[in-house]
T-cell receptor, first 114, second 114 residues
Framework: AQSVTQLGSHVSVSEGALVLLRCNYS??????LFWYVQYPNQGLQLLLK??????LVKGINGFEAEFKKSETSFHLTKPSAHMSDAAEYFC????????????FGKGTRLSVIA | GAGVSQSPRYKVAKRGQDVALRCDPI?????LFWYQQALGQGPEFLTY????????KSGLPSDRFFAERPEGSVSTLKIQRTQQEDSAVYLC????????????FGPGTRLLVL
């Protein structure tokens, strides 16, 4: 069965600092991987996805993530945090056999300090 | 274009009441998913439709939960005899057949069972 582990339920960074949110997955074959962001009282918005093209994936709002098969990781980064980046971030995995449910991590809450 | 919409956005129910939660997917999307998100947790899969066919209901927590999508568009998640542990945000997502697995989420329905 697939699973996702997000290290750190809460990450706090200063405005302008590097953002690094960690995600490790467990899957018997390389899966599809996603990062979603959730603002308070809203649904999930897709930031970026890995579907076996380039291993470095660029998303919206300046975020990017790198798929590392050897480390089974898909960490999310942004060079310079903005106050508007404060939200809950979820890493998710799905297999490749058609439309299948996403398996989510528990989420990481990002706080940005002025 | 219009995204996924859900109604009601908030629902308060007394323990033992039946509730019905509605999801309007993006027009033309054949796949529809329901997830349950408990407070402070990531979303967890409930059930999946392809058009009107319910292909996977393995995540439904009990036989009190029932979902339908009779015409392959709007879907309703029904919870009978609600219990306090049913309190959560219920998220709906839709996906096009050829969208490389991207699921687009609605804003969710926050259910509180008293």
């Amino acid at each position: 069965a697939q699973s996702v582990t997000q290290l750190g339920s809460h990450v706090s960074v200063s405005e302008g600092a590097l953002v690094l949110l960690r995600c490790n997955y467990s899957s018997s074959v390389p899966p599809y991987l996603f990062w979603y962001v959730q603002y308070p009282n809203q649904g999930l918005q897709l930031l970026l996805k890995y579907t076996s093209a380039a291993t470095l994936v660029k998303g919206i709002n300046g975020f990017e993530a790198e798929f590392k098969k050897s480390e089974t990781s898909f960490h999310l980064t942004k060079p310079s945090a903005h106050m508007s980046d404060a939200a809950e971030y979820f890493c998710a995995v799905s297999d490749r056999s058609g439309n299948t449910p996403l398996v989510f991590g528990k989420g990481t809450r990002l706080s940005v300090i002025a | 274009g219009a995204g996924v919409s859900q109604s009601p956005r908030y629902k308060v129910a007394k323990r033992g009441q039946d509730v019905a939660l509605r999801c309007d997917p993006i027009s033309g999307h054949v796949s529809l998913f329901w997830y349950q998100q408990a407070l402070g947790q990531g979303p967890e899969f409930l059930t999946y439709f392809q058009n009107e066919a319910q292909l996977d209901k393995s995540g439904l927590p009990s036989d009190r939960f029932f979902a339908e999508r009779p015409e392959g568009s709007v879907s309703t998640l029904k919870i009978q005899r609600t219990q306090q542990e049913d309190s959560a945000v219920y998220l709906c997502a839709s996906s096009a057949r050829t969208s490389a697995k991207t699921q687009y989420f609605g804003p969710g329905t926050r259910l509180l069972v008293l």
